[in-house]
């Protein structure tokens, strides 16, 4: 499998609740463990300008590319603003259009023997980014813009998998009225983004829940989101429904995120569709326990990426 990862993922941003170091980290933990070897690591190319404007407007993107953004603008990003900033989640957004591209057979890549078509991406996952502004912690809006990619390029149907422990906002805000694209987000109710727009498929979840009633809840509604039909998923892995996690409020053990992933990649899998895997949010009290989740969903992407497929889908929306 194809893991896209840029070593400037690990952006100086000061201190901050928000670990860059953790995408370098998972990169490490993967290749000594020998989940991945060196020769799958893919450098992205930044996204362009004109990708980002895709999805984002174009006063925004000045802003950010100058270095305009107001107070206001940045508390609600809660980033500091530097060129390295932008040009570090730039890359990223790019690490997600290039992994779409892989996962949908757009992109040549050379040593793929795997039928079932999985990408994994070590970053992306920058949901709560909408149109005009950025916000918690999102400047851009990687799947976002991977999907408007897609879709200039002949993918129309795409579906988006969330399992962060935040809803979705800017993302279910960015597709609310295209059809072809199905949100799906299974979150924390009671917790940040206040303002949750509507989904194709929201699933708000009351504090603590723990792994059982968690995965019920998931595998009930996978099915609906294969039901649209997609040509793609993208898959939002946060590992921040994890117990331990200081922004978030769900009990999750590692274990259980790991049977999560399994979930996902499995039925996925099992429709025969191109998916693009990405990490997401995860601010564990320690980094290495976020840093073993998502390793935990490498591995299973991996796993899943290396098993002989099934059967082809037969859900390939075709008209
Ligand atoms: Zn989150």
Not at 48 to 54: C, E, I, P, S, V
Not at 75 to 82: D, G, V
Not at 83 to 93: C, H, S
Not at 290 to 302: C, D, G, K, L, R
Request: glycine fraction near 10%; aromatic fraction near 8%.
């Amino acid at each position: 499998m194809k893991v896209v990862y840029s070593p400037r993922y690990g952006i100086d941003i000061g201190q901050h609740v928000f670990p860059t170091a953790k995408y370098g980290a998972t990169r490490d933990g993967l290749i000594k463990t020998g989940v991945i070897a060196a020769g799958d690591l893919v450098e992205p190319p930044p996204a362009t300008w004109d990708d980002l404007a895709l999805v984002h407007t174009s006063d925004y993107l000045a802003k950010m590319r100058l270095g305009a953004l107001s107070p206001e603008d940045l508390a609600q990003l809660e980033l500091p603003w530097s060129a390295e900033m932008v040009d570090g989640f730039r890359l990223m957004v790019g690490g997600t259009i290039h992994a779409s591209q892989i996962a949908c057979g757009l992109e040549k890549v050379s040593g793929l023997n795997s039928e079932f078509r999985i990408s994994s991406h070590l970053g992306g996952g920058l949901h709560h980014a909408f149109p005009n502004h950025g916000e918690g912690f999102c400047p851009f809006n990687d799947v976002a813009v991977a999907t408007r990619v897609l879709q200039a390029r002949g993918i129309e149907r795409v579906a988006v998998v969330d399992l962060d422990v935040h809803h979705g906002n800017g993302t279910a805000f960015i597709f609310e009225s295209d059809p072809r694209v199905f949100t799906f987000s299974m979150h924390q109710q009671f917790n940040y983004p206040m303002w949750k727009p509507r989904g194709s498929l929201d699933i708000g979840l009351t504090d603590g829940v723990h792994d059982a009633a968690y995965l019920v809840a998931l595998e009930r509604a996978l099915p609906t989101v294969m039901d649209s039909a997609p040509q793609c998923v993208f898959y939002l892995a946060g590992a921040d429904p994890y117990e331990d996690d200081q922004l978030g409020g769900l009990n999750l053990t590692r274990e259980g995120l790991r049977q999560r992933d399994r979930l996902v990649i499995g039925t996925v899998a099992a429709a025969g569709v191109p998916l693009v895997v990405t990490l997401a949010g995860g601010y564990a009290r320690k980094m290495e326990d976020t840093v073993a989740i998502h390793m935990a969903t490498i591995e299973e992407a991996t796993a899943a990426a290396s098993k002989p497929r099934k059967h082809e889908g037969t859900k390939r929306y075709s008209g």
